[in-house]
């Protein structure tokens, strides 16, 4: 087919000309600025690219949504700038969900190019890839100064990132989970810096190689693995400054992994406290080979006795530091030997090492009562008067009538309360406009409202539906004894607070969950009442106010030094009033054929799937499966 060459510029309706394009032809964007109202969507062959080659002369702007779709073919761009400044503050049930919300270049289909292309949002990630054998190649692209990651890879999607740049990115440069087998993000003489959590962060099934690059950590970790697959080769792992240096509460750690393999050649770790955490109690194989460790406190701590090590040729007197022994020791398949080779018998208990180490680095990692600093959000309850907690119960009764409408005067509290190891208390709503019966948590936000968090809310709470409207005895707040309960009805609700507290202790271990993700508990899970059952979650509220963030700040931060990090700013003010950053999130109980579906298809597709069928909010199963659909 014959190459065409087209141009545009600012003053044409950029989607309707890219509409027109046939397989191979090439568009040529001169400069200007691009905005749209709608994101850009391109599923063709073709070539899209900067007349000048500079990505700062050609900037496309959609405000507070994703700006670029892929959603096939193998299109290429360019040295284009893609730009996803503050939005409005739409509300959740509100707004347009067309693309899942994410990232600014939303890669759902295909497997395009980008070729010194740069994305930052205010209130998303630069980059996403998403799908079952979608891919993307990522050459001299840059992601700066995102609200959430750099670049995501997950639910099957793949790529390469080489000669990039992610930097003062808040919730991560490069993320990468729920990797098909067989395939791999590769990562190659990049830069990574300075991200709010982890410059690399492999979970889920995520499986990883990166080669010939930089990762400095700046409060959090370095590198996060947890049940995934991760190979390092010549990486500089590096704090963003000496430990003598820092302006941050926070302890630095290099790389924290978890149920997963780990293979590191030819690397340096540089100014952390901790050069490498290993926890879990599975079975995992951590591999290091000529490794050196540069003014770090502790090179390895590990709470893992099942963990299988073989470290070798690492740099000479800072050899890895098991747990509970400070002396100099190799460690080889699993075995620790002394300088003599002789063996060691010592026995060591796990927790009071930890607590040991986190005295010596004032880092709260037991739970011990005597612990006299801790921030909000692990604050224990006693530590909030009861006043505090009228008040917030208060607060939240005003929220959840805005989204649910009156509670009803009925409380179906545990016998055992939360915070001592029992259930959540159930709060009813019976007449919320998407009708059924809501069952809502008000134990795991405390009176500050400090947490949990994630992407989408500054603190959330958890809910679960059923379409069984509320017995109307339960309406009317009448005492009922046992011998009256709605069996039926007792039963929803003893089996949807069940997965709600558990899914809250989840949350309450410094794990999260957020929209559009998924959860299953194993068949052969310790409860049978859990085992076996699947989950997806949805948002219900106003999603956090970032500050905001306009296209002249947004650019201008994509193009600075990258050396420079960005100036702190305070934290945008939560409007009372909208309750912006406190939100629900809402637990949708599927049967596992749909929630396999929906990895593959995308949680975010799957979602309106359900609207049309009116099976969402709800969790009952006592309806007919759900097939395919066509994605958007």
Known sequence: MEEKVKTTNPNEDLRAVVAALEPNDTLVLAPGIYELTKHLTVDKD?????????????????????????????????????????GDGSSLTDADDDVSYQSAVAVRGGSPTFVGCCATSADQSGFSVRGKGVTARLTRCVARETHDGGVFFDEGGSGIVEECLFADNGLGCVDCEQTEEGTWVEIRNSRLLRSGYAGISVHNGGRMKISDSEITGLNGYAGSVRDGVLEARSIRFRAHAPIGERDSEFSNFGLEVGNSDILIEDSSFSDFNVALFVGSDAEMAVKL????????????????????????????????????????????????????????????????????????LGIPLSDDEDDEEEDDYYKAPDDFSDEEWEAADKRKDEIYEKWFGPSAPIVSHSVIPYDMGGLFDAYYYPDSKYGGTFIVSKELVNPSFSGPKNRTFDAFELAMATRRPLPERYRKGESVEDDELDPEFEEIVRRNILAMTMIGRYVQYQRTIDRYETLEFPQDYDDPNLAGRCFMFDAIGTPKKSARVSLTNAVDGLFRDSETPPEKETSASVDEEDAAGFGIILIIEVFRDEMNLAREEGVFNFIPHMKEKKHWPFSDLDRPHMDGHTSR
């Open 46 to 86: 073709v070539v899209i690219k900067s007349e000048t080659g500079n990505p700062q002369d050609v900037v496309v702007v959609r405000y507070g949504a994703t700006t670029l779709l892929v959603s096939g073919g193998s299109p290429r761009f360019e040295n284009l700038t893609f730009v996803s400044p503050s």
């Open 289 to 360: 080979t000529k490794v050196s460790f540069n003014d770090c406190p502790k090179t390895i701590l590990c709470a893992n006795d099942n963990a299988n090590f073989v470290v070798r040729d690492c740099a000479p007197n800072l050899v890895p530091e098991l747990i509970g022994r400070d002396d100099e020791e190799e460690v080889e398949n699993g075995e620790v030997n002394n300088e003599e080779g002789e063996s060691k018998d010592e026995d060591i208990d796990l927790d009071d090492a930890i607590n040991d180490f986190a005295a010596d």
